[in-house]
């Protein structure tokens, strides 16, 4: 499976953008997540939905601000970003995987398919 980030880019505090990681195959049976990575920090979890059930996670950090969701018949994955914020600057990645186990999800080591990441960049 490939997988391809976009929609990443500059907006300002407050603002919004949409991410969207177009997969190569089917990917109804992957866990998908998006992550995101800040100058000189380590690679952080962003969101996370399940499966068929759909079933959602956020970091606190995103969590009221951010909405992941995916359409299985378009192999894709969305990431819905309101209220955006100078510390939500990074490099976003969205990964997936089909053996991972629930528990593990959020933990980006347990991901085996990464797409190339987008920049996103909030200032004023």
């Known amino acids: 499976v490939q997988l391809q980030a976009s929609g990443g880019g500059f907006v300002q505090p407050g603002g919004s953008l949409r991410l969207s990681c177009a997969a190569s195959?089917?990917?109804?049976?992957?866990?998908m997540a998006w992550f995101r990575q800040a100058p000189g920090k380590e690679r952080e979890f962003v969101a996370v939905?399940?499966?068929?059930?759909?079933?959602?996670d956020y970091a606190d950090s995103v969590k009221g601000r951010f909405t992941i969701s995916r359409d299985n018949a378009k192999n894709t994955m969305y990431l819905q970003m309101n209220s955006l914020r100078p510390e939500d600057t990074a490099v976003y990645y969205c990964?997936?995987?089909?053996?991972?186990?629930?528990?593990?999800?959020?933990?980006?080591?347990?991901?085996?398919?990464w797409g190339q990441g987008t920049q996103v960049t909030v200032s004023s």
């Open positions: 195959g089917r990917v109804s049976n992957y866990y």
């Open positions: 939905i399940k499966r068929s059930s759909y079933t959602t």
């Open positions: 990964a997936a995987d089909n053996t991972i186990i629930h528990s593990s999800r959020f933990g980006a080591e347990h991901y085996d398919y």
